[in-house]
């Protein structure tokens, strides 16, 4: 499937309207839509958010650098099992596209 904003610049400012209880808001509406989250490893259906350090109305974000685009990178929500640590991510501009479509930002 091709996504029309592959690669496209962003502006690294949407995602600071993502507030950890937004961020909450949208893994509910996936979970709602397409089943609670197991982990693939232990099985748990728990997981953490962890929020940012920099500010805890938000949650953290890491960015995954792009190595031919010195300073681009893709940025990720990161969710982590409860039980065993293994982690998920969530594209930040897809979360933001998301909130946005369901008129929460």
């Given at each position: 499937m091709h996504d029309?904003?592959?690669g496209q610049m962003r502006d690294p400012k949407e995602i600071t309207k993502i507030?950890?209880?937004l961020f909450k808001l949208?893994?509910?509406e996936i979970e709602r839509e397409h089943g609670e989250s197991e982990c693939l490893f232990c099985h748990?259906?728990?997981?953490h958010v962890h929020k940012s350090p920099r500010?805890?109305?938000n949650p953290n974000v890491v960015t995954f650098p792009m190595p031919f685009s010195p300073g681009v990178g893709m940025w990720a929500f990161p969710i982590a099992c409860a039980s065993c640590g293994?982690?998920?991510f969530f594209?930040?501009?897809k979360v933001f596209d998301f909130l946005k479509?369901?008129?929460k930002i």
């Amino acid at each position: 499937m091709h996504d029309k904003n592959a690669g496209q610049m962003r502006d690294p400012k949407e995602i600071t309207k993502i507030t950890f209880d937004l961020f909450k808001l949208f893994l509910q509406e996936i979970e709602r839509e397409h089943g609670e989250s197991e982990c693939l490893f232990c099985h748990s259906k728990t997981w953490h958010v962890h929020k940012s350090p920099r500010d805890p109305n938000n949650p953290n974000v890491v960015t995954f650098p792009m190595p031919f685009s010195p300073g681009v990178g893709m940025w990720a929500f990161p969710i982590a099992c409860a039980s065993c640590g293994d982690m998920k991510f969530f594209e930040a501009s897809k979360v933001f596209d998301f909130l946005k479509a369901k008129g929460k930002i």
